[in-house]
Nanobody
Framework: VQLQASGGGLVQAGGSLRLSCTAS????????MAWFRQAPGAEREFVAA????????YYVDSVKGRFTISRDNAKNTVDLQMNSLKPEDTAVYYC?????????????????????WGQGTQVTVSS
């Protein structure tokens, strides 16, 4: 399984970016998907997740109301629409996928222990 993230860039505070992750998966509906981020000097942070059907989503409190995760299983993509960006959103963003159905889609451990990861895309928000 290979994941390719794109869409990062430099944006001013208050602006928007849309990240996209394309997965080389035969059956994308068999995978829960998530976005993580890692700021310089910080630990990796779980940001948002979407269930394999796309009917359930989860967000950490810091991005609720500003970020929206979505997926298109026909295209094997998962997107992260980021609005009202803040300087503290600056980080490398990673998409991840997991097949372990017995671990909830919004449990980051499921991705970190046995998931698949993309290479990351840089998001920089200037003040």
């Amino acid at each position: 399984v290979q994941l390719q993230a794109s869409g990062g860039g430099l944006v001013q505070a208050g602006g928007s970016l849309r990240l996209s992750c394309t997965a080389s998966i035969r059956t994308s509906s068999a995978y829960d998907m998530a976005w993580f981020r890692q700021a310089p000097g910080a630990e990796r942070e779980f940001v948002a997740a979407i269930s394999r059907s796309g009917s359930n989503t989860y967000y950490v409190d810091s991005v609720k109301g500003r970020f929206t995760i979505s997926r298109d299983n026909a295209k094997n993509t998962v997107d992260l629409q980021m609005n009202s960006l803040k300087p503290e959103d600056t980080a490398v963003y990673y998409c991840a996928a997991k097949t372990t159905a017995w671990v909830s889609y919004f449990n980051p451990a499921g991705y970190e222990r046995s998931g698949y990861w993309g290479q990351g895309t840089q998001v920089t928000v200037s003040s």
